[in-house]
């Protein structure tokens, strides 16, 4: 992360490093933490803050309900001046046919593409880049719908004019929300340690807390401070929380595990609740803001709170509905591939089109797991290798098709015979679950569903490839057993999808 500058109460610079920001030279000088508070905000940057906040915890149906509403009133200007005015009108859908169909499109393409996620709001590019990607899926599902469903016809000067105004306004409300989200993320104090600040820092360079402005932290081991500086330790002790939160606008205090069970924490805690700020320990923060359970700090008592809906035979027959479903759908309209990638397979070296390899299932049982082959003949050797994004015993073919997931298709049939479901923890071979049940603590908790051809860790972290990887995707795991559920199905799905588009494209 680049370094920034940002001022102090004197107008003077000091440094942002790698999100955490360095205290002002007074207070670095000064032998305690006794400063005055902080300056006021002008009634300009309060506004911006509040709007700022009310943004940031928009719930998605509120952005939906925006942008639908946008769309409306393009269709409806591109239907008074291109149809009403123009063509007769028993050629043409109706308008509220039209605005329905429209609308309905959006919706969908806006989830597959993420338009609707938090993360969206936080960068220009990359709204830019999801609604031109949204709204030109919306075009060819609206008219492929109106052709193909309804036999009635779409005028494309309307098309253009509905599709163009919405673009051009949606992404500068979006843009505009981007700028009073950045104005004011939410401060971020910790009380632990140095490796609670490091671990903190390293979510921050992931992306996975960009909600957040890291302020730094507050030594409260019980080890003698050094005396050297140390990168975004603040002066002071735990008792002086209150001051430090107005000097640096603290919104949230996360105190590590260790330090809350000292029995006067309450004496830290109580004036940061005065004075407004939202105060956690580690593990329910990273669970709300990072969607992660922390592995390491979770104890047997943890699994007491957790409430595993995994038992529960209702969404059990649910999910396995929804999977025979998903999956017999899939197949059927990827099927036209099948033949074409097993040609281009079989003339890239003439070895096997499929690839087949033991994996571990529910409750500990190995299965066989079906690919399309995407490496070179014998790239194993018996041996169980990790896999990396780019894998030098991949062939030309299997480059394409890893970068497009079209190898997964043939897992689609490990989950119509009830080996896997379409969203759970991807399923590992048994040596290397073998490896990492002695390395990482509960990792043999992601057997108590079935593994998925997607899931919550494919989603929110990058292709893994070593221990640590693993840890990292373990935690992403974790939360996705305790918070299961069809509606997190469903966006999983969505998001996989527009992954899928965007790796094809």
Excluded at 136 to 141: K, N, T
Aim: proline share 6%; glycine share 8%.
């Amino acid at each position: 992360m680049p370094t920034q500058v940002a001022l102090g109460s004197d107008g003077g610079a000091y440094a942002q490093i790698e999100g955490a920001v360095q205290p002002p030279p007074e207070i670095q000088a000064a032998p305690g933490v006794h400063a005055a508070p902080r300056p006021r905000r002008g009634p300009m940057s309060d506004a911006v803050r509040v709007v700022g906040r009310l943004l940031v915890n928009l719930p998605r149906l509120a952005w939906m309900i925006v942008d639908v509403v946008l769309l409306a009133v393009g269709v409806r200007i591109g239907y008074r001046w291109f149809v009403e005015e123009t063509l007769p009108l028993d050629l043409h859908v109706s308008y509220w046919a039209a605005t329905g169909v429209f609308a309905a499109a959006l919706l969908v393409s806006g989830l597959i593409f993420g338009l609707y996620e938090r993360e969206t709001m936080l960068g220009r590019s990359r709204i830019l880049t999801r609604m031109l990607l949204t709204t030109g899926l919306v075009c060819v599902l609206a008219h492929a719908l109106v052709y193909a469903v309804m036999y009635a016809w779409l005028s494309r000067r309307m098309t253009v004019c509905a599709i163009g105004s919405y673009l051009v306004f949606g992404t500068a409300i979006r843009t505009l929300a981007c700028w009073a989200v950045h104005r004011t993320k939410r401060g971020l104090l910790l009380v632990g340690t140095k490796d609670m600040f490091e671990s903190v820092q390293r979510s921050f360079r992931e992306g996975s807390l960009s909600d957040f402005r890291l302020v730094g932290y507050v030594d409260a081991s019980d080890e003698p401070q050094s005396c050297d500086v140390t990168p975004g330790l603040l002066p002071g002790e735990p008792a002086d929380l209150p001051v430090l939160c107005r000097r640096y606008a603290v919104d949230d205090v996360v105190i590590s595990t260790r330090v809350a069970r000292r029995p006067n924490v309450m004496n830290w805690i109580l004036p940061c609740l005065r004075m407004g700020c939202r105060v956690t320990n580690e593990e329910v923060y990273y669970e709300k803001a990072a969607g992660q359970i922390l592995v390491d700090r979770v104890t047997p008592n943890w699994f007491l709170f957790a409430d595993f809906q995994s038992h529960c035979e209702d969404r059990a027959t649910l999910k396995r509905l929804c999977d025979v479903a998903v999956a017999a759908i899939v197949f059927a309209v990827s099927l036209p591939l099948w033949p074409l990638i097993a040609l281009c397979i079989k003339l890239a070296d003439g070895g096997p089109v499929f690839y087949s390899q033991d994996r571990v299932g529910q409750n500990g049982r190995v299965f066989c797991l079906y690919k399309f082959r995407t490496m070179v003949v014998g790239a194993e050797n018996g041996q169980s290798v990790w896999a990396s994004p780019r894998d030098p015993r991949r062939t030309l073919v299997g480059r394409i098709l890893r970068k497009a997931r079209l190898d997964e298709l043939p897992q689609l049939y490990n989950i119509l015979i009830g080996d896997m479901s379409v969203v759970g923890p991807r399923p590992e071979r048994p040596s290397i679950v073998l490896e990492l049940s002695k390395t990482l603590p509960y990792y043999e908790l992601r057997h108590v569903v079935k593994p998925g051809l997607t899931g919550w860790a494919q989603i929110s972290y990058h292709y893994g490839s070593s221990i640590e990887d693993a840890r990292r995707k373990l935690q992403f795991d974790l939360y996705y057993l305790k918070h299961m559920s069809v509606e997190l199905d469903v966006v999983i799905l969505f998001r996989t999808l527009g992954t899928f588009l965007r790796g094809a494209c």
